[in-house]
């Protein structure tokens, strides 16, 4: 779900703090966001029924739930663990990307038809058209559009983002297709999908820029004065983002539902090798189990590393 008005008028630096070697390869992606869910079966029915995911897999505890054979969200069933305070540090929201406006007009249809309540907000941030949803245990969920980068407004290494007004209904009737009406948990599905981004609560934002620009190695694309940081690989406006608009001042989480693992895929093992050496001169310990790497960030958000391959 969108805070109040994060992106306007904002313009996205380019500039990266730590050196060139310091960085995360430019090919470096998104993977799966898994979650700790009370009610599995709502939970699969809601990413599948309604944001259109296909369930790729269900062993026990575990969904698995994407598009193709790419995994976006995971599923671990929990009923033991409570809520955490809407205060604490964690998962802001999951953000899927679609590929093109028909496929994002039939899984904001989908969701905003089977799942009316849930819909939170919509907004044009120039670079991208999204739709904000909080799932039924109050995970967010961004579903979105990006335009393509020829189309982003650059002036003096800075991408002009902004919260603009988006009509959902205009923007179903000018890009619903029958197709997409049609779209069911049987399929077929429209479009690919992926894990464009992810939005931390964190407890401050020195901290996060710390960790994920001067450790990890993302670069800084955007700063919302100390209440947000944007970061990205390869200049993409922003692969994971922290705020502190609910969470100010939240200390480390306790075990809780909601989110329990963000993937980052890198190109190669050699980047994953390089990255664990970095964290490790930094002294940020890594859980190591020989195909990934796991890192906590100060919040004990647990950060996965793996190689595509």
């Known amino acids: 779900?969108?805070?109040?008005?994060?992106?306007?008028?904002?313009?996205?630096?380019?500039?990266?703090?730590?050196?060139?070697?310091?960085?995360?390869?430019?090919?470096?992606?998104?993977?799966?966001?898994?979650?700790?869910?009370?009610?599995?079966?709502a939970m699969i029915r809601y990413y599948r029924d309604g944001v259109t995911l296909d369930?790729?897999?269900?062993?026990?505890?575990?969904a698995v739930l994407g598009r193709g054979t790419t995994p976006l969200v995971i599923l671990q069933h929990a009923p033991e663990l409570k809520h955490a305070s809407p205060r604490s540090a964690g998962l802001f929201h999951t953000a899927v990307l679609f590929d093109d406006?028909?496929?994002?007009?039939?899984?904001v249809y989908s969701v905003a038809t089977r799942y009316p309540g849930t819909f939170t907000g919509s907004a044009d941030h120039l670079v991208s058209q999204a739709f904000y949803f909080d799932d039924p245990e109050g995970n967010g969920v961004e579903l979105y559009w990006d335009r393509d980068r020829t189309e982003w407004s650059w002036t003096h290494g800075?991408?002009?983002?902004?919260?603009?007004?988006?009509?959902?209904?205009?923007?179903?009737?000018?890009?619903?297709?029958?197709?997409?009406?049609?779209?069911?948990?049987?399929?077929?599905?429209l479009g690919d999908a992926v894990v464009g981004h992810v939005h931390l609560s964190v407890?401050?934002?020195?901290?996060?820029?710390?960790?994920?620009?001067?450790?990890l190695g993302f670069e800084t694309t955007a700063t919302f004065g100390?209440?947000?940081?944007?970061?990205?690989?390869?200049?993409?406006?922003?692969?994971?983002?922290?705020?502190?608009?609910?969470?100010?001042?939240?200390?480390r989480r306790q075990l809780a539902l909601g989110l329990?693992?963000?993937?980052?895929?890198?190109?190669?093992?050699?980047?994953?090798?390089?990255?664990?050496?970095?964290?490790?001169?930094?002294?940020?310990?890594?859980?190591?189990?020989?195909?990934?790497?796991?890192?906590?960030?100060?919040?004990?958000?647990?950060?996965?590393?793996?190689?595509?391959g």
């Open 1 to 41: 779900m969108p805070a109040p008005s994060p992106w306007f008028n904002l313009l996205v630096s380019t500039t990266n703090l730590p050196g060139a070697s310091g960085l995360l390869a430019p090919d470096t992606g998104m993977g799966a966001v898994t979650l700790r869910v009370a009610d599995l079966d």
């Open 226 to 251: 100390p209440q947000a940081l944007f970061v990205s690989a390869g200049g993409y406006h922003h692969h994971m983002a922290m705020n502190t608009w609910k969470s100010a001042g939240a200390g």
């Open 260 to 308: 329990g693992r963000v993937e980052i895929v890198v190109p190669g093992a050699d980047d994953v090798g390089e990255l664990g050496e970095r964290m490790a001169h930094f002294g940020v310990a890594a859980r190591d189990d020989g195909r990934a790497l796991e890192f906590d960030d100060p919040w004990d958000n647990v950060v996965q590393v793996r190689s595509a």
């Open 203 to 215: 407890g401050d934002i020195a901290s996060a820029r710390e960790f994920y620009v001067d450790r």
């Open 101 to 107: 406006q028909a496929a994002l007009a039939a899984a």
């Open 55 to 62: 369930l790729l897999s269900h062993d026990g505890p575990v």
């Open 158 to 189: 800075s991408v002009e983002m902004a919260t603009l007004f988006l009509d959902p209904n205009a923007f179903l009737q000018e890009h619903l297709t029958e197709q997409g009406m049609a779209t069911d948990a049987s399929g077929p599905r």
